[in-house]
């Protein structure tokens, strides 16, 4: 009870689809209609641990946004409890509102985790399922943007968001460092990106934008003439860059097979290079300069452009 009590991110992905958790409903009393009618100026009059963990339901996570909104202003006004779900004779304390959070937050991971479960079970009929006892269902690693939590995406037909594609840039870096053979090959994160479209669209970028291209341009200057970088376009795909100074070209893989889809990039790209690299002309061999896989479907391009960076002459070993 005291490690549930906590809602452990380490907690296993089989361990957390075990345990049951309250339900969700609409069916309040008539005193709750109304947010401000769950705060109370009176003092918490019963076991909050016995009262909460007895609870069959939880107020919906619309109603839990208002609460939430409505808190801060609730408690400057003096707030001391909030009446219980289904007993207007009961109140909880505060902190009864981060308990239905969790409630729901660990509810999501349950739906997300079950669904990514199914998944393997049917499209990866020889996968060992075992593996859902040793994986935490939403430890934040070192780094990362989003919790374990987002890793089911890897598990089911979901597109890959930032923090996943993040993190493949990071582990496919770290094996390249480890590598002497490939000393002249750098890995970037969608940071560069970013950093690359702010210069060119701010007239005065940050210094944050300003150190980080500063930092990729050294690496350059020390012996590291090839950059790798995912690419986020239309805001719904993703392929693989690369510049490659030695050679000075630039360009990328798409895995949907199209030339041109990294076209809207490349103007950002030319007025880094342009500064930073003023006595080198760079020519753009577009969707032709890195080979790739097709994909046969329209979710699984992070998948493909992870595997492309990862694969540019055996890059992780």
């Given at each position: 009870m005291q490690a549930l009590a906590t809602f452990p991110p380490d907690l296993s992905v089989t361990d957390l689809l075990a345990v049951k958790?309250?339900?969700?409903?609409?069916?309040?009393?008539?005193?709750?209609?109304?947010?401000?009618?769950?705060?109370?100026?009176?003092?918490?009059?019963?076991?909050?641990?016995?009262?909460?963990?007895?609870?069959?339901?939880?107020?919906?996570?619309?109603?839990?946004?208002?609460?939430?909104?409505?808190?801060?202003?609730?408690?400057?006004?003096?707030?001391?409890?909030?009446?219980?779900?289904?007993?207007?004779?009961?109140?909880?304390?505060?902190f009864a509102l981060g308990f239905f959070r969790k409630i729901h937050d660990l509810r999501e991971g349950q739906e997300k985790w079950s669904e990514s479960v199914e998944w393997a079970r049917d499209e990866v009929p020889e996968a060992d399922l075992g593996i859902f006892d040793t994986i935490s269902w939403n430890t934040v690693h070192s780094g990362a943007l989003d919790g374990q939590l987002d890793w089911t995406r890897l598990v089911a037909d979901e597109w890959l968001s930032g923090g996943i594609i993040d993190e493949m840039m990071v582990d496919i870096q770290s094996r390249v460092a480890a590598i002497p053979l490939h000393a002249e090959i750098t890995v970037a994160p969608l940071a560069f990106q970013r950093a690359i479209i702010a210069l060119s669209i701010n007239k005065n970028p940050s210094k944050y934008t300003?150190?980080?291209?500063?930092?990729?341009?050294?690496?350059?200057?020390?012996?590291?003439?090839?950059?790798?970088?995912?690419?986020?376009?239309?805001?719904?795909?993703?392929?693989?860059?690369?510049?490659?100074?030695?050679?000075?070209?630039?360009?990328?893989?798409?895995?949907?097979?199209?030339?041109?889809?990294?076209?809207?990039?490349?103007?950002?790209?030319?007025?880094?290079?342009?500064?930073?690299?003023?006595?080198?002309?760079?020519?753009?061999?577009?969707?032709?300069?890195?080979?790739?896989a097709n994909q046969k479907d329209y979710v699984h391009c992070g998948i493909y452009t992870g595997k492309v960076i990862q694969m540019r002459k055996r890059l992780t070993g």
């Open positions: 958790l309250p339900g969700i409903t609409e069916k309040l009393s008539n005193n709750f209609r109304k947010t401000k009618g769950w705060f109370s100026t009176d003092l918490p009059n019963c076991d909050p641990l016995t009262s909460l963990w007895s609870l069959k339901s939880t107020p919906s996570i619309s109603l839990l946004r208002e609460l939430e909104h409505d808190f801060p202003q609730e408690w400057l006004n003096g707030a001391k409890s909030v009446l219980h779900p289904f007993n207007n004779s009961l109140r909880l304390p505060l300003l150190r980080l291209l500063d930092g990729y341009k050294k690496l350059v200057e020390a012996g590291k003439p090839r950059l790798y970088f995912p690419l986020h376009i239309n805001n719904n795909h993703w392929i693989a860059f690369v510049i490659d100074f030695a050679r000075k070209v630039f360009g990328y893989g798409d895995s949907l097979g199209r030339k041109k889809s990294g076209s809207a990039f490349t103007p950002h790209l030319r007025k880094w290079l342009d500064a930073a690299f003023p006595d080198v002309k760079f020519q753009n061999l577009g969707g032709a300069l890195l080979s790739h």
